[in-house]
């Protein structure tokens, strides 16, 4: 059973409650979001005003090219629109979203700061009083990892000086098909990084499809500055992402495991792109059915 110590998970928590990700507005609820990450089709505003609607506290704006919320789009009067449409609706940023590669060339590399940047001065723009962290995988694959760790805390350390500059955490989340993709190398990364700037994205649905259990995967939630949530199926070898509520993840017991843990980050539904690709897709209509899975057991009601 993997573990991190009681002075790891103590060293980590008063660093996420900074980010902004308290529920101080609703005590004792746990923050709903939805990831416009799986409505790329949709108007930003559109978006916010349906996600508002469906019940979700707060969203996750994407921000990789081609995206509505890219920040080289959104000039000062968008973001002071975005940000008033936000207060009006009341919705929190809970993430900003990248995609980035490490580790990477060094020319590469520096764009990737120079995103973090970009990204970090969008959340200030949209959410000055709670900086919302910034989440990102880092490629590469399974087999990669012995060979880039070493690379990797060289280059996420950099990372995390722009964190510390801009007072905004950046979590990093294992995936099942990347380098970085099992609790242990997430908590030694972490680790040896050692700021408080560089935290983790917890997805359990990448550890479910290695057959870890939900209650040891939650051993990270202590180190986590982020929460996605979608179910899956399949193996490590062979799988796919599914919508909350399609597979076998017990969210009431997720939801207590969240709760123990003192982690302060919202559960934001994540659509992946194995679903929003599919013809047919229905943003709207997955927004609807994720809140409906999770709602119960995040104390909503449905």
């Known amino acids: 059973m993997f573990s991190i110590s009681r002075r790891e998970a103590l060293a980590a928590l008063p660093v996420v409650l900074a980010a902004g990700r308290s529920c101080a507005d609703a005590p004792g609820l746990i923050p709903l979001g939805f990831s416009l990450y799986g409505m790329k089709a949709l108007a930003l505003g559109e978006a916010l005003k349906t996600c508002r609607a469906i019940g979700y506290d707060g969203v996750e704006f994407a921000l990789m090219p081609g995206y509505p919320a890219e920040p080289k789009l959104l000039a000062a009067d968008a973001r002071n629109e975005l940000r008033t449409r936000l207060a009006d609706l009341g919705l929190a940023v809970h993430g900003l979203m990248e995609n980035l590669a490490e580790p990477a060339a060094a020319a590469a ?110 051993a990270l939630l202590p180190l986590t500055a982020f929460i996605h949530v979608k179910d899956a199926k399949g193996t490590a070898d062979k799988f796919e992402f599914l919508l909350p509520g399609e597979g076998t993840t017990d969210y009431a017991a997720y939801a207590k495991l969240v709760a123990a843990s003192k982690c302060a980050s919202p559960v934001v539904v994540e659509v992946s792109g194995m679903v929003s690709n599919k013809p047919g897709y229905d943003a709207v209509a997955a927004a609807k059915a994720s809140y409906a899975a999770l709602a119960g057991a995040f104390g909503r009601g449905k």
């Not at 120079?114 to 709670?130: F, I, M, V, Y």
């Not at 490629?139 to 350390?157: F, H, N, Q, S, T």
């Open 109 to 218: 590399h520096k764009t990737n700061l120079d995103r973090l940047k970009a990204a970090a001065e969008l959340g200030h723009a949209l959410s000055p009083d709670a900086h919302p962290p910034i989440e990102t995988v880092l490629g590469g694959k399974p087999a990669d990892w012995e060979k880039v760790k070493d690379r990797l805390v060289e280059r996420l350390g950099a990372w995390a000086e722009v964190g510390k500059d801009a007072k905004t955490v950046i979590a990093v989340k294992p995936h099942v098909a990347n380098a970085l993709h099992t609790p242990e190398a997430a908590a030694w990364l972490v680790k040896q990084v050692n700021s408080p700037w560089l935290r983790l994205c917890f997805d359990y649905s990448h550890y479910q499809l290695r057959g870890i259990t939900l209650a040891d995967a939650a």
